[in-house]
């Protein structure tokens, strides 16, 4: 679900997260994404990339939105103003979804936390956690339920890679064995306050840490140092982006948007016609999903390159001379060692192993093969 790729922010000053000393100590190279300063690399992507897929990865996300709803209706409210059923979270568990505009179009794509029967932490992507604040704001009009801009209250530190639970299991007692994917327990990490989360954004198994900002740099401590001696390593934006497309993440403003419903991203199974009431975007859903019935969109599918050239957002998908999809995100694989992209293309070359279709990057015509998603999954 998380924004990892670059984005300047013009109209606010540049922001911080509270790791940012120890990142510059660290030698990183920083860049402006979403209005943040925040570490793209420190050293080779691609050992970052490839010690996530190996050992462990530990990264900065605090410039993620964290939302809180709270209230006897904080439930019904969610139901109303996201496409997902909320209020059929278990308390301790957590539900990837959507917010969609009347119309249909994704204005960002979320993960919501039941905290208690009536406590929810909604995450939204650095780019859009504004407009996910406003438009919960104006959908709770009506509703007992109050929302809350919590972005200040939160760091969040994730570690990702398979040697993350023993990692973490150095520097706490929660049960870790018994924490489950797409869940969360408040604990102790490292001596301060948490909420541990096994959920992450680069097909590995990992957690994602939230904590007050004034105890990142001690759980950033923490966690390097209980990492020692297994290849623990800091990461930045960088190898984020190519472990989520490995693993056929999609990534708001690449593969989803306002121009797209779930059903047009392959991702209707998010939508949930079957909970109980209205909710915002519903009519125009309904719609979408019977014209993908009758007539799919463009699919989404992965193309691995059988040359070097790395393809790029924005470029055309070509077969018999024809333009037939574009590229939604492109990078080279470290763990193919080839190029990859993922795009939307027409259902009658959507299929994997279909025959003649290439990218045209600058005017040559390199051929790929279509693929199923993802070109990666971990063994479990």
Same mark, same amino acid.
């Given at each position: 679900?998380?924004?990892?790729?670059?984005?300047?922010?013009?109209?606010?000053?540049?922001?911080?997260?509270?790791?940012?000393?120890?990142?510059?100590?660290?030698?990183?190279?920083?860049?402006?994404?979403?209005?943040?300063?925040?570490?793209?690399?420190?050293?080779?992507?691609?050992?970052?990339?490839?010690?996530?897929?190996?050992?462990?990865?530990?990264?900065?996300?605090?410039?993620?939105?964290?939302?809180?709803?709270?209230?006897?209706?904080?439930?019904?409210?969610?139901?109303?103003?996201?496409?997902?059923?909320?209020?059929?979270?278990?308390?301790?568990?957590?539900?990837?979804?959507?917010?969609?505009?009347?119309?249909?179009?994704?204005?960002?794509?979320?993960?919501?936390?039941?905290?208690?029967?009536?406590?929810?932490?909604?995450?939204?992507?650095?780019?859009?956690?504004?407009?996910?604040?406003?438009?919960?704001?104006?959908?709770?009009?009506?509703?007992?339920?109050?929302?809350?801009?919590?972005?200040?209250?939160?760091?969040?530190?994730?570690?990702?890679?398979?040697?993350?639970?023993?990692?973490?299991?150095?520097?706490?007692?929660?049960?870790?064995?018994?924490?489950?994917?797409?869940?969360?327990?408040?604990?102790?990490?490292?001596?301060?306050?948490?909420?541990?989360?096994?959920?992450?954004?680069?097909?590995?198994?990992?957690?994602?840490?939230?904590?007050? =900002?004034?105890?990142?740099? +001690? *759980?950033?401590?923490? %966690? @390097?140092?209980?990492?020692? &001696?297994? #290849?623990? /390593?800091?990461?930045?934006?960088?190898?984020?982006?190519?472990?989520?497309?490995?693993?056929?993440? =999609?990534?708001?403003?690449? +593969? *989803?948007?306002?121009? %797209? @419903?779930?059903?047009?991203? &392959?991702? #209707?199974? /998010?939508?949930?016609?079957?909970?109980?009431?209205?909710?915002?975007?519903?009519?125009?859903?309904?719609?979408?999903?019977?014209?993908?019935?009758?007539?799919?969109?463009?699919?989404?599918?992965?193309?691995?390159?059988?040359?070097?050239?790395?393809?790029?957002?924005?470029?055309?998908?070509?077969?018999?001379?024809?333009?037939?999809?574009?590229?939604?995100?492109?990078?080279?694989?470290?763990?193919?060692?080839?190029?990859?992209?993922?795009?939307?293309?027409?259902?009658?070359?959507?299929?994997?192993?279909?025959?003649?279709?290439?990218?045209?990057?600058?005017?040559?015509?390199?051929?790929?093969?279509?693929?199923?998603?993802?070109?990666?999954?971990?063994?479990?």
């Amino acid at each position: 679900m998380s924004s990892t790729d670059p984005a300047s922010d013009q109209t606010a000053e540049q922001r911080h997260t509270a790791l940012d000393a120890v990142h510059r100590a660290l030698g990183a190279t920083m860049t402006d994404f979403a209005g943040w300063d925040m570490p793209l690399r420190y050293g080779s992507e691609r050992d970052e990339h490839h010690a996530v897929r190996t050992r462990a990865g530990l990264f900065d996300l605090s410039h993620m939105g964290e939302i809180t709803v709270t209230g006897p209706q904080a439930a019904a409210l969610l139901d109303f103003a996201l496409v997902g059923n909320i209020g059929a979270v278990r308390n301790g568990r957590a539900r990837y979804t959507m917010i969609c505009r009347p119309d249909g179009g994704i204005l960002d794509d979320l993960i919501v936390y039941r905290l208690a029967d009536a406590e929810f932490m909604v995450v939204a992507n650095a780019s859009n956690a504004q407009v996910v604040l406003d438009a919960l704001t104006e959908r709770a009009e009506g509703f007992d339920a109050e929302v809350r801009d919590d972005r200040d209250a939160y760091a969040l530190i994730a570690v990702q890679g398979p040697e993350s639970p023993g990692i973490l299991a150095a520097v706490t007692d929660a049960d870790l064995d018994g924490l489950k994917y797409y869940a969360g327990l408040p604990g102790t990490v490292a001596g301060v306050p948490a909420l541990i989360a096994r959920t992450g954004y680069t097909g590995e198994d990992g957690f994602e840490l939230f904590v007050r =900002p004034e105890h990142a740099v +001690e *759980l950033w401590q923490a %966690l @390097t140092k209980a990492g020692e &001696g297994v #290849g623990l /390593v800091p990461c930045g934006l960088s190898c984020r982006d190519t472990l989520r497309l490995e693993a056929g993440m =999609p990534l708001y403003g690449h +593969e *989803l948007s306002t121009s %797209l @419903t779930p059903f047009d991203a &392959g991702l #209707g199974r /998010v939508v949930k016609f079957d909970k109980d009431g209205d909710f915002v975007g519903r009519t125009a859903l309904e719609a979408a999903a019977e014209r993908a019935a009758s007539q799919p969109p463009r699919v989404l599918v992965g193309l691995v390159a059988e040359g070097r050239r790395v393809p790029r957002a924005g470029f055309a998908v070509v077969a018999g001379g024809e333009v037939i999809g574009e590229v939604t995100s492109g990078a080279p694989s470290p763990t193919l060692g080839k190029p990859i992209a993922m795009a939307y293309v027409d259902a009658a070359h959507a299929a994997p192993g279909t025959a003649g279709v290439g990218v045209d990057i600058r005017g040559s015509h390199e051929r790929y093969e279509v693929v199923a998603l993802p070109f990666y999954k971990r063994q479990k």
